[in-house]
């Protein structure tokens, strides 16, 4: 297949289009810059210049390929800026593009979610299909709802006649060269001296290879059903706890508990996240899919030591 990818040179969609370039796909990359350009080229795709923001070049696109996978995500204005909305209205724009350009034609087009938080349980591929209601005046809570909402309004495509699927990721895609979530838990223990973690650290995450993730992007992309959620989830939960102790006992701090109330001074704008027990199942997804994680765990992967290099001078 012709396969248009954006996003194709970041953390997971670079896996991505290994993935799909060795299983004999030909691959279109988004770039908005030179260094991506460059990646993608020496990945063996092809590519075409531009960003979320260009409807045009994103409609051309998909229009020409036999399938898309988007993974695109404005994480420098949604994070650094922070105005998470701003990046996910601009997200919602860009996926309106790509949808209506398929509309019609039975072509495959997957885009990236996350795992959704239930209270009390694990979370499953059933949960989170109801957008949360008054969120407009909280922008920590309408910036998620709306990328809620627009990987529901990418599976109503289905009614429209688009092969479309969402692949739910979870908090924490692992690996060496991760900068996400466990990598920044690292330079915090660097940086104060302790492994900390949020209340009792009984809060759980769920975690996946990024190798195995992009893997099921290929899955949905060949195989799965109009309308399909997909949880690319290896670890169910690992508690925040263990975590921490890894961390400690690899760079030989003392591992502490934060209290909530001191959680924003200690963890910064990351203390939201470690705020939640949000653990997610992925036993649906492999029952339909076959799909099955093949790569260390996280603690596993933690205790291989790559995290844990001193960057280079």
């Known amino acids: 297949m012709r396969v248009f990818v954006t996003g194709g040179s970041g953390w997971i969609g670079s896996a ?20 991506s350009a460059d990646a993608l080229t020496a990945a063996g795709a092809e590519v075409t210049p531009g960003s979320l923001d260009d409807l045009g070049a994103l409609r051309a696109a998909s229009a020409a390929a036999d399938g898309v996978i988007h993974l695109a995500f404005n994480h420098e204005l949604a994070f650094e800026g922070g105005d998470f909305k701003g990046a996910a209205d601009a997200d919602r724009r860009a996926v309106e593009a790509m949808g209506e ?10 885009i990236a979610s996350g795992t959704p938080v239930v209270p009390g349980r694990t979370a499953t591929e059933r949960d989170g299909h109801d957008i949360p209601a008054g969120t407009a005046g909280d922008p920590a809570v309408a910036g998620p709802a709306t990328r809620m909402a627009t990987a529901e309004w990418t599976l109503s495509l289905a009614s429209r006649g688009v092969r479309a699927a969402v692949v ?9 060269g991760d900068k996400g979530f466990v990598a920044t838990l690292v330079q915090l223990a660097r940086d104060k001296g302790a492994a900390g973690h949020y209340g009792d650290g009984s809060n759980r ?8 993730s992009a893997h099921l992007f290929r899955v949905a992309l060949e195989d ?31 591992v502490v508990s934060v209290r909530p109330e001191d959680a924003g ?6 203390a939201r996240v ?13 029952e339909l899919t076959g799909w099955r994680p093949t790569r260390p765990g996280l603690v596993a992967d933690l205790d291989e030591g790559h995290y844990f290099r001193a960057p280079s001078a």
């Open 16 to 35: 991505v289009v290994a993935d799909l370039v060795g299983a004999g796909h030909q691959v279109v990359g988004l770039a908005r810059s030179d260094a």
């Open 265 to 270: 001074g200690h963890f910064g704008w990351l």
């Open 224 to 254: 799965a059903p109009a309308g399909t959620t997909l949880h690319a989830v290896a670890d169910e939960g690992v508690r925040l706890r263990e975590i921490a102790e890894v961390i400690g006992r690899h760079l030989r701090v003392p």
């Open 205 to 212: 995450w769920p975690a996946v290879h990024r190798l195995d």
């Open 101 to 110: 350009a398929l509309s019609g034609s039975g072509k495959p087009f997957v």
């Open 168 to 176: 739910r990721l979870p908090r924490t895609n692992h690996g060496e």
């Open 274 to 286: 470690l705020s939640t027990d949000q653990p997610a199942s992925s036993a649906l997804t492999r």
